[in-house]
């Protein structure tokens, strides 16, 4: 805690909402003070957060109350703190043991706070801090998030901000997902395209769209490349390279790693990390595939009987739906491999019909009248000498008057 700025944060023993007294501070940034509380009414430690937009606003005199600097600020900082609250709300929806829980929500001292679970643990960036974490412990981690991220995606949201400093990790090993500022939520009425505000991100683990702000061009393999860049940090302790966009092979970006992680993680995380949004994993799913040695091998991401054959969670198959507008603008048609078998057996079918009538041609007795003879049929048989014997390609064939 030594860098955090105090200056500004509401004095330890303050009482939030008649209910939350603040114990210590925890982390404090251009747009919120984060304290660790006791929740007084259950006697246990809670996280709140606090809306605070420094060079925005700032304490009045009875240093608890929040004002705006001066009325040209006012519409910037009612702005941020509408999207402060709908963060909180946003969170709320979000059930999963490894996405922080949002408790409360209230306002207070001319500003607005949420509550949530206290972790008693520390970021993966302070962690990796002291070792690089080994490749079992990474693969268990990325499963972790993974999970997490599942459910952010089904709920039609997207972080757009997974890194190690907003992933918690306790004694446990257990991780969780948080600080969703940056996220976004998908449009009820067209589900590729995002709210107009401006996308934050953090250099290293944010693909060329969201360093671009091409908000149709995000999808769920924007925060999946932000998991390969996590991986990454984690197996080696180094902040991510940056994106090369033409460096765009399955296999291109093939970091220096230590001794000990295998070829196929290194490969998993080139394949995550690809700058093509189109060539990443296109869900949760594919990215659980690639990691466990499934390589994806069709330039679209999508699934084929060869690679991957997990099926596809419903906020997938809303992105891949008919007519969806990929990441590269094109219009992408559902894969339907049952479709091509049909039309094969047909096929199939109408070869054996065709050569059926054209052997019944070949082998019926010459004449103009044959077709008539054989709708007429004599209701004696035939005498023993007009049974013929017919050669067709080598094979005999003799035919018996019925």
């Known amino acids: 805690m030594s860098n955090l700025d105090t200056s500004q ?4 023993g303050t009482m939030l909402g008649g209910r939350y007294r603040i114990e ?6 251009g747009f919120g003070n984060t304290y660790v509380a006791t929740d007084t009414r259950f006697n246990g430690l809670v996280a709140v957060k606090e809306f605070f937009m420094r060079g925005t606003n700032h304490r009045a005199s009875d240093h608890s109350t929040v ?10 900082f009612d702005a941020q703190l509408d999207k402060f609250r709908r963060e909180a709300q946003r969170i709320f929806t979000l059930r999963n043991d490894h996405i922080v829980h949002v408790i409360d929500l209230f306002d207070a001292n001319g500003t607005s706070y949420y509550v949530m679970d206290f972790i008693d643990g520390e970021s993966l960036s302070a962690r990796v801090k002291q070792a690089p974490l080994s490749e079992a412990q990474t693969r268990d981690v990325a499963g972790q ?3 997490a991220l599942d459910t952010v995606h089904r709920a039609g949201f997207f972080h757009l901000d997974v890194k190690p400093g907003n992933i918690m990790i306790d004694r446990k090993g257990h991780c969780t997902l948080i600080d969703f500022g940056a996220s976004k939520q998908l449009s009820a009425m067209e589900r590729t395209s995002l709210s107009s505000s401006g996308m934050a991100y953090t250099p290293g683990y944010a693909p060329i769209e969201q360093e ?7 999808g769920p393999w924007t925060d999946l490349y932000a998991v390969g860049a996590t991986l990454y940090h984690l ?9 090369d966009p033409d460096d765009t092979g399955d296999d291109g970006r093939m970091f220096a790693y230590p001794a000990g992680v295998s070829m196929q993680m290194q490969k998993a995380i080139s394949r995550l990390m690809n700058p ?19 390589s994806l091998t069709s330039g679209d991401g999508t699934n084929t009987e060869e690679t991957v054959s997990a099926p596809m969670s419903k906020a997938a198959q809303e992105f891949q739906s008919h007519d969806h507008q990929r990441a590269d603008g094109k219009v992408a048609k559902p894969h339907n491999p049952s479709g091509g078998r049909k039309k094969l057996w047909f ?8 050569l059926a009538v054209a052997t019944i041609f070949l082998l019926r007795p010459s004449g103009s009248n044959a077709p008539a003879d054989i709708a007429q049929a004599p209701t004696e048989p035939a005498a023993p000498d007009t049974e013929r014997t017919y050669t067709v390609n080598g094979v005999e064939f003799k035919m018996i008057s019925v």
């Open 347 to 354: 096929f199939v079918g109408a070869v054996a019909v065709c």
């Open 235 to 243: 197996l080696t302790g180094q902040r991510p390279p940056e994106v």
């Open 145 to 147: 998030l993974l999970d």
């Open 9 to 12: 944060m509401l004095s330890v």
């Open 67 to 76: 004002v705006v600097s001066n009325a040209a600020n006012q519409a910037g």
């Open 24 to 29: 210590r501070y925890l982390a404090s940034g």
């Open 276 to 294: 093509s949004p189109r060539r990443r994993p296109q869900n949760v799913e594919q990215a659980k595939a690639v990691l466990a040695g499934r």
């Open 212 to 218: 671009g702000q091409r908000t149709k061009s995000i």
